[in-house]
Every structure is written in structure tokens, then in C-alpha cells.
């Protein structure tokens, strides 16, 4: 079957775009909440609506490619995207915002089940493992870059200047006066029509996909679901991705609120090495997997979330703007430990599984509307030891986790059934 770096470098863009949409949240929340006058829960109710959608598309988005192909559900998924961005950029008021999300949170969880199996032929098998994980630091360098987009649009529209390059003036004539962060959603609509006019104009290699890929039949969900390994570690993916988004989404208000720190600037940049840390973090994790279980380096790895956690909530401002991105260092490792755990503590329906291990992404939905309930009633910094419920669930893993294969290590060159 043809290789085509083309598509290679195309799955890898889309990475980024996926990453560049979803993980601006965070920043948004204090404008949310300033601009339209909502209480934290409701501004939980944005990540809510995004990753409801993701969690729950996931499965059915599979269904959707078998049937569709890659290519067709690409372009349809960016378009539904164009459809949430252009719907909430045209009329920013905050119902319009919840429909904005959850249209493009599904569309993103489409995305992600398209484009794995096409990196997989476009690359070459037996490259499948290393494009993978240069899509994860792709995905990552996404996620530092969009709160500095943010930063700088937001910064540079609410301050006009005779300087202004035609990037700003453009969207100073489209953004409404005094929500300049409604600028991201043009950004975002610009960012989408540019890839579905790549996508139309690409040509896709056909996709044959594996046993272990196929989305598989209602049967085998049956089964699977009938195993309590299954739905723990469906848990452990609700836990650690509520983690991740539960932490992400709050710093720029905890560190507005508690430290007085400007969400535009402070915030925003905090938001961004919190995802850069989460992706350098992904470095050493890879290095510690050659030389440990996984098991032991999940253990490590929650242990240090936990701790800069703290330091995080209760320190000083300077130290807490510091440990909110050691805390994403720390889950660096938690979802490819997690999800290899899973598939390797049941020995068929893959596929299948993989499809319910990605539904727990809607823990990114509710561990962040707790998180403001409880805020509202009793502060959120309080809301946000809910944390340590999540964080600690992931370090339970470790414990109870019984892989029938464990990672292979230098010290151990073939995977075999673990034993403790």
C-alpha cells in the first residue's frame, strides 16, 4: 500500500488544530465569567458541553468512519467545527456559547477516531508507534500555543494602536467592543476553512483497517462492559482526563482570584506551560518507561501531581503559579499509562475497548462543573481539593492495576504476563 508523507504531515496538522481549539478554555473561563456575569458552575457549563460531546461521539464516530471513510467524516466533523465557531463568533452571549461547544467537541472526537487509523496506513505500519507519539508532542505544542495566541489577541485589541498589523484590524472590525476574546472564535473559524479547503483538495490513501481497529459489533461493547477490569479502567480515563481539564480549566481564575494575577497576561501563560510542561513531561516519562514498570512510574508520577497540587492551592502566589504547570509535568504520563494498562488487561475486542476507554474523555465534562458547584458555595479553591479525589483515583491504578502483558524494559526485553 502507497505511503504518502503528504498525509502524514496532514493527520499531523490536524493534531494540532484539535489540541489549538480545544484547550483554550482554560483562558476563556475569567472572560466568561466577567463578561457575561455567571456564576462558576455556569462557566463549568462550557467544558461541560465540549467534552460531553467528545465523551460521548466517540463511539459512534467509529461507526460513522466504517461507514463513511476517513476523508468524508473529516470534512464533515470540520464542517459541523465552522458551523460552532461562526454560530458563537456571529452572537457571543452565553447560551449561544454552550450550542458553540458541544458542536465542536463532537466534531473533535470524530476527528480523533478518523485520523488515527489514517496515520497508521499513511505512514507505515511499522512507523505507527513513533508517528504516534510525535502526534502526542504535536498535540502539545497546540496546547502551549493557543493561550499565547489568545494572550496576544486579547492584549493587542483591547489597546487599538496606529501600528496594528491587517490581522487586527481585521478582526477589530469583526469582534464586538469590550469582548476581544471573542477574537479566538474568528481565529478559529479562519484556522477551520483553511483546513477543509487542504482536506477537499487532498487525496486519501483507502484505509483497510485491522481486527483490532474495526469499531466492532454491539456483541462485543456486551461483553466488555460485563468485566469489571473494563469499567474500572473506564473510570480511571473519566478520573484522569477530569484531572487534566479540571486543573487546566480553573488555573487563570484560581490565580485571578486568589493572587490577583491578570488572566490576559499571568493567567494565560500559566495555562500554556501548564500544557508545555504536560508535553516536555512526556519526554522523560518515555525514558522512565524503558527502565521501569509502568505501574511504578504511574505511582511516581501521581505522587508528584499530588504534591505540587498542594503548593499549587495553598502556597504563595509566586508558588502557585509555578506548581500549576509542575502539576501538568506530573500527568504527562497518566493517559498512555492508563489507556496501555486497559488494553493490555483484556486479551481481545480491542477495538471495541478502545472506543470505551475514549467515552471516559466526558470525565473532562463533569470534574470540571463539580469543581464550580462547589465553588460557588464554598470558594474554589475548596471546589478544586476535589482534585485530589481524581488525582488520587489515577494513583490507585498502580495498585490494582494487573496487566496480562507488562512493558517491555531494558531490564526486561520481552513483555511477558506481569507478577508482582
Same mark, same amino acid.
Given at each position: ?9 496532514? *493527520? ?52 460513522? *468512519? ?13 464542517? +459541523?467545527? =465552522? #458551523? $460552532?465557531? =461562526? ?23 470524530? =476527528? ?6 489514517? /496515520? ?28 499565547? !495566541? ?24 469583526? +469582534? ?14 479562519? *484556522? ?24 466492532? #459489533? ?11 477490569? +473494563? ?38 501563560? &500559566? +495555562? ?5 510542561? /504536560? ?66 488487561? !483484556? &486479551?481481545?475486542?480491542? $477495538?471495541?475497548? &478502545? ?16 469543581? $464550580? ?20 483515583? !489515577?494513583?490507585? !491504578? ?23
Amino acid at each position: 500500500m502507497k505511503r504518502s508523507k503528504y498525509i502524514v504531515g496532514l *493527520v499531523l496538522l490536524t493534531f494540532f488544530v484539535i489540541s489549538f481549539l480545544t484547550n483554550i478554555l482554560g483562558p476563556i473561563i475569567p472572560d466568561i465569567i466577567r463578561s457575561f456575569h455567571v456564576s462558576l458552575a455556569a462557566a463549568a457549563l462550557l467544558p461541560f458541553s465540549f467534552f460531553i460531546a467528545y465523551g460521548a461521539l466517540s463511539v459512534p464516530a467509529g461507526f460513522l *468512519v466504517e461507514s463513511w471513510g476517513e476523508k468524508k467524516v473529516m470534512l464533515a466533523s470540520f464542517a +459541523v467545527a =465552522l #458551523a $460552532g465557531a =461562526l454560530l458563537f463568533a456571529l452572537f457571543p452571549v452565553y447560551r449561544v456559547s454552550i450550542l458553540s461547544l458541544f458542536l465542536i467537541g463532537g466534531s473533535m472526537a470524530a =476527528l480523533q477516531v478518523a485520523i488515527n487509523p489514517l /496515520l497508521r496506513v499513511a505512514g507505515g505500519e511499522e512507523h505507527f508507534a513513533f508517528n504516534a507519539a510525535f502526534a502526542q508532542l504535536v498535540f502539545g505544542a497546540a496546547s502551549f500555543v493557543s493561550p499565547q !495566541v489568545y494572550s496576544y489577541a486579547v492584549l493587542h485589541l483591547g489597546t487599538p494602536s496606529d501600528q496594528d498589523n491587517f490581522f487586527l484590524l481585521i478582526l477589530r472590525r469583526l +469582534v464586538p467592543a469590550g469582548l476581544p476574546w471573542v477574537s479566538m472564535y474568528w481565529i478559529f473559524t479562519g *484556522v477551520i476553512l483553511l483546513m477543509l479547503g487542504m482536506l477537499a483538495a487532498s487525496r486519501f490513501p483507502e484505509v483497510k483497517r485491522t481486527e483490532e481497529e474495526q469499531a466492532g #459489533a454491539l456483541h462485543m461493547y456486551r461483553y466488555l462492559l460485563r468485566k469489571p477490569a +473494563v469499567l474500572l479502567f473506564f473510570a480511571s480515563v473519566f478520573m484522569y482526563v477530569g484531572s487534566e481539564q479540571g486543573t487546566a480549566d480553573w488555573i487563570s481564575q484560581f490565580l485571578a482570584q486568589y493572587h490577583g494575577l491578570d488572566p490576559h497576561t499571568a493567567g494565560a501563560a &500559566a +495555562v500554556a506551560w501548564f500544557w508545555g510542561m /504536560l508535553t516536555l513531561g512526556c519526554g522523560l516519562g518515555m525514558l522512565l518507561l524503558k527502565l521501569f514498570d509502568s505501574r511504578r512510574v504511574l505511582l511516581g508520577f501521581s505522587l508528584g501531581a499530588l504534591a505540587s497540587l498542594t503548593v499549587a492551592l495553598f502556597g504563595p502566589g509566586p508558588a502557585s503559579k509555578l506548581a500549576f504547570p509542575l502539576v501538568g509535568f506530573c500527568a504527562s504520563v497518566m493517559w498512555p499509562i492508563i489507556i496501555s494498562l486497559g488494553l493490555n488487561s !483484556v &486479551a481481545e475486542f480491542h $477495538g471495541p475497548l &478502545a472506543g470505551i476507554l475514549c467515552a471516559g474523555i466526558m470525565g473532562g465534562a463533569i470534574v470540571p462543573l463539580i469543581i $464550580g458547584e462547589i465553588g460557588d458555595v464554598l470558594g474554589l479553591r475548596a471546589g478544586m481539593i476535589f482534585l485530589y479525589f481524581t488525582f488520587g483515583w !489515577v494513583l490507585c !491504578v498502580s495498585f490494582w492495576a494487573r496487566p496480562l502483558i507488562a512493558n517491555e524494559t531494558l531490564f526486561r526485553k520481552e513483555a511477558h504476563p506481569s507478577a508482582d
